[in-house]
């Protein structure tokens, strides 16, 4: 009897024991990018999937916010503070876009970035001035860079606003003595996480990023006390992160906007759009003043009513978990976690993005932290919502409102009534592109630095292999010192060195004469002529072929040999 109840109890003991293990065993994602991106199809379920495709390249004649800003500043720069650079340079304010860095995150290239390499991301959180006849480039929300040093490779989110949605690109071989390339990333891996087809972010307080004092002094401590990495700041308040989780929540609502102009308002419901325009331009022009029980908002309201889809439309979560990858390790809960989870060492894993299997062996986040999990959306909008309005207004910004007050005498009124007589056809169930509107409701055609595509070259697709030289050895130069600038350049007219094969290339570059005169160096140095000179002085390229030319003095020559003679500069 005794014994019996002994046996009881220490079955009841063990039972007790599995248990509490089962229940504090952390609970880890299962979830494989390579199935999940191999199972992902297009579901066509409104208007908007219908006339935005999830292709992984633009549709034709549109393209990336990107590779319009490496368009108009001919080329790609590096450094990464270069780069960075190019964007602040943009801003009217001068001012250095946001930025975090976040050693221990959960991209692909997770295990390439620790405290001494962090990932870093920036954001352009400015709108361009208008000009006369001239429209300002709008990036807020709407221009993402992550970049991993040491996976020499940057990922890039950016808005291609003619076709209403952001676009995934990829730049690879991003190093010192490298060919880097430009090329769009495969849709569906990227969307696995970005389930919205946006930017995404952890939510407060950002444990993860250096806004954080702990995982600052970490990464400082790392640098050998350095401040600034890579010309960004180190230790950075809260704001930061709090700011860019912010301009993700404002690019995510972009996609969304477009559904409610397409799928809210219908395939014919021109009237419906017409009206939404003007309450946004109301709702731009004084949002503390502006009134959702108005006869027009119900008339917008009773429109929907008719056409919006009867499951709503959906606003994707944006918004990760708080992750707080040092409290992870430290104290009784690391020590839990260290028995089931094998720690991922520094330089395992995926090297870029294309290396999914490498990523799916390393060891699984917890289901609430993984990106990868499902996520439901943040809310479903119906018909009574006019969400719609407050997201078009977003498309819009002071520069534009102050350009439509000088037309209209800064009267809302008069404004609306320019909406009022605009011709059916402007509000045809497309996209919403800001700047033809703009343009339209100023009525004169002006310039924009970001939307016509005619002098860009056609975009690249990840996988498409690079050129291997074999056959014409005097192309090897080329490629080193000038392909980086001229093959695979989002410009047009600078492209120059493009061409699938050897032989395609070698006949670009000896059709291009100019070339012969931009490597003689030795005639034009220290000449008024000397800014033509290829590669540009500031360029690492240029730093290269000087040291490449200290080793053997004939290598300029050999490349000028290559291209026809040339009669004039």
Aim: hydrophobic share 40%; aromatic share 8%; glycine share 6%.
């Amino acid at each position: 009897m005794r014994i019996t109840k002994k046996l009881g109890f220490g079955l009841a003991i063990s039972g007790i024991a599995l248990a509490l293990v089962l229940w504090f065993k952390p609970q880890h994602s299962d979830a494989d990018i390579s199935q999940l991106a191999a199972s992902k199809q297009p579901i066509k379920s409104g208007l908007y999937d219908e006339l935005v495709p999830s292709s992984d390249l633009p549709p034709a004649g549109t393209r990336s916010l990107f590779d319009h800003l490496i368009a108009q500043n001919d080329g790609l720069p590096y450094p990464f503070e270069k780069l960075v650079k190019l964007v602040k340079d943009q801003d009217p304010m001068a001012e250095i876009p946001i930025s975090v860095m976040i050693p221990h995150g959960r991209s692909l290239l997770k295990a390439q970035a620790n405290e001494q390499h962090p990932r870093l991301l920036i954001a352009a959180d400015f709108q361009g001035a208008n000009k006369p006849n001239s429209l300002g480039a709008t990036p807020r929300g709407q221009l993402f860079l992550g970049f991993v040093e040491q996976a020499n490779e940057i990922e890039v989110l950016s808005f291609n606003e003619a076709a209403g949605r952001f676009e995934f690109q990829l730049v690879q071989n991003y190093c010192k003595g490298c060919v880097p390339r430009i090329v769009y990333a495969r849709r569906a891996i990227c969307t696995t996480c970005h389930q919205g087809g946006g930017p995404i972010f952890p939510q407060r307080p950002w444990n993860e990023t250096n806004g954080q004092a702990e995982t600052a002094a970490a990464i400082q401590a790392a640098r050998s006390g350095a401040v600034n990495y890579m010309g960004l700041t180190i230790k950075q308040p809260l704001s930061s992160p709090e700011r860019f989780d912010q301009l993700t929540d404002l690019g995510n609502f972009f996609n969304v906007t477009q559904k409610l102009w397409l799928d809210g308002c219908g395939v014919k419901g021109n009237e419906c759009r017409r009206l939404m325009l003007k309450l946004a331009l109301r709702y731009a022009d004084s949002p503390g003043s502006f009134d959702e029980n108005t006869p027009d908002a119900k008339q917008l309201l009773k429109l929907q009513a008719q056409t919006f889809p009867a499951q709503g439309i959906s606003v994707p979560e944006s918004d990760l978990f708080n992750r707080d990858p040092m409290a992870e390790q430290q104290g009784l809960k690391g020590w839990w976690r260290s028995l089931w989870t094998r720690q991922i060492k520094f330089g395992e894993g995926a090297k870029d993005n294309e290396d999914l299997s490498a990523f799916d062996e390393l060891p699984k986040l917890p289901v609430r932290l993984d990106p990868l999990t499902l996520r439901p959306p943040k809310q479903s909008l119906k018909s009574h919502d006019l969400a719609g309005v407050y997201g078009l207004a977003s498309y819009f910004s002071e520069a534009d409102l102050a350009s439509l007050g000088a037309v209209t005498g800064f009267n809302v009124a008069t404004l609306e009534r320019k909406v009022d007589a605009l011709p059916g056809a402007q509000f045809d169930a497309k996209p919403f592109v800001r700047v033809n509107m703009m343009r339209a409701l100023l009525n004169q055609p002006s310039t924009y630095c970001c939307l016509d595509t005619s002098e860009m070259s056609p975009p690249v697709a990840s996988g498409v292999p690079p050129l291997a030289i074999k056959k014409h050895p005097a192309l090897k130069p080329y490629e080193e010192y000038c392909f980086a600038c001229h093959r695979g350049n989002p410009a047009q007219r600078l492209n120059f060195m493009a061409g699938a094969t050897e032989d395609e290339v070698l006949a670009s570059i000896q059709s291009k004469v100019e070339i012969r005169e931009a490597l003689d160096w030795s005639r034009y140095a220290g000449t008024e002529k000397a800014s033509k000179l290829m590669p540009p002085a500031d360029s690492a390229q240029h730093q290269s072929l000087e040291e490449a030319l200290a080793k053997d003095a004939t290598l300029l020559a050999r490349m000028r040999d290559v291209v026809p003679n040339l009669f004039g500069f």
